[in-house]
């Protein structure tokens, strides 16, 4: 920790007395003294990314050589009056899935408001030990499932491996407007003030966005109206994946529009293609004279593409997930139009459409 931390944090809070601060820690710096410092601050929330909460899994994947004092630490946040999000970077391979269940137990038991569970990235540079074997992601898709089943607190996998645009609820805050509501985990929006939400961002936009809000959604196959108030711009209390925001994707087919005349080819993630493909679905009335093809896969495959049809127009999109809760989102990028024979580099040249 920087030797000045707390004192910068008392300027801040001394400039913005009113300012959320949120900072993010592994857990190692929260002695009780300066959990104490924090408390004191007052609008002060914690992401802890606590990775495992037994003693031989953090020891072998933090390098913790005082576990104890971490559990302890995280344990009396809550009374300490410090809301705090939990994190963790799955690596069952290492430590085992059963440390995993533990880990997010212990979150829950202990107060954390979410929970966010990450599939483990890595580079060339990454010991081949810490790689996660192929599979791995459903796996731990089933046991989120599971575990979101025997707790109230929401669950929230990165990347989520969203196929649609359906508004479901991961999970709902305990104590929210959504919580008082009646909304729970699994619901599907399916108007919010009568109108049809074109995808999670636009649905959990249009509940933060309003003071009072009619709520109609569909559980188990049954329809049911609800009605939920909170101050306006508020978080309603519900945690959804990021999808795909509408006035991006509108922007989007707009600018396909205006410079293509024929086909043109779409290079995206895997991740973002099915949410594209579901987007598309619902205008294809609308691009009368285009046809988009999707290309699942990375940029050196849409070159390759790209060269059976040098007059095909090229965008190239890519797709990061947010969790949404509070107006943290997706970002997505889009490529330069170009022709086969303007060149490879715009493809890696994006425009970047900021928080969405």
Not at 159 to 178: Q, S, Y
Not at 235 to 249: H, I, N, Q, R, T
Request: hydrophobic share 45%; aromatic share 8%; proline share 7%.
């Amino acid at each position: 920790m920087h030797p000045d931390f707390l004192s910068i944090l008392t300027g801040l809070r001394r400039r913005f007395p009113a300012t959320p601060i949120q900072i993010t820690t592994n857990g190692m710096a929260l002695t009780p003294a300066t959990i104490s410092s924090l408390a004191g601050l007052g609008r002060v929330k914690l992401v802890v990314s606590l990775n495992s909460a037994t003693l031989s899994g953090r020891r072998r994947l933090m390098g913790d050589n005082n576990p104890t004092a971490v559990l302890r630490a995280v344990a009396s946040l809550r009374e300490r009056g410090i809301p705090f999000d939990g994190s963790i970077v799955a690596m069952p391979h290492l430590v085992g899935w059963d440390d995993l269940r533990q880990t997010i137990a212990f979150l829950a038991r202990w107060g954390a408001t979410t929970i966010r569970i990450f599939l483990p990235g890595y580079t060339r540079y990454t010991r081949r030990e810490w790689v996660p074997p192929g599979g791995m992601g459903e796996e731990l898709r089933a046991l989120i499932a599971g575990e979101g089943e025997r707790t109230r607190v929401p669950l929230i996998l990165e990347p989520p491996f969203i196929k649609d645009l359906l508004p479901r609820i991961l999970g709902v805050i305990e104590n929210t407007p959504a919580d008082r509501a009646g909304l729970k985990r699994g619901d599907i929006i399916t108007a919010v003030n009568g109108k049809r939400p074109f995808s999670r961002v636009d649905a959990f936009r249009q509940v933060q966005e309003a003071e009072k809000v009619v709520i109609d959604f569909c559980r188990e196959g049954a329809t049911f109206q609800v009605c939920l108030e909170k101050e306006e711009g508020a978080s309603p209390g519900f945690v959804m994946a990021s999808d795909l925001d509408p006035d991006f994707f509108r922007q989007f087919t707009d600018r396909v529009r205006r410079l293509v005349q024929g086909r043109a080819l779409v290079a995206t993630s895997i991740l973002a293609a099915p949410l594209l493909v579901s987007a598309l679905e619902r205008i294809k009335e609308g691009l009368p004279s285009l046809e988009i093809v999707l290309f699942p896969i990375g940029p050196l495959a849409a070159i390759s593409a790209a060269a059976v049809s040098s007059s095909w127009r090229i965008f190239w999109l890519s797709w990061r997930t947010g969790l949404e809760t509070g107006g943290r989102s997706a970002f997505l990028s889009l490529g330069l139009p170009l022709t086969w024979e303007q060149g490879l580099a715009g493809l890696f040249l994006p425009w970047s459409f900021r928080k969405l």
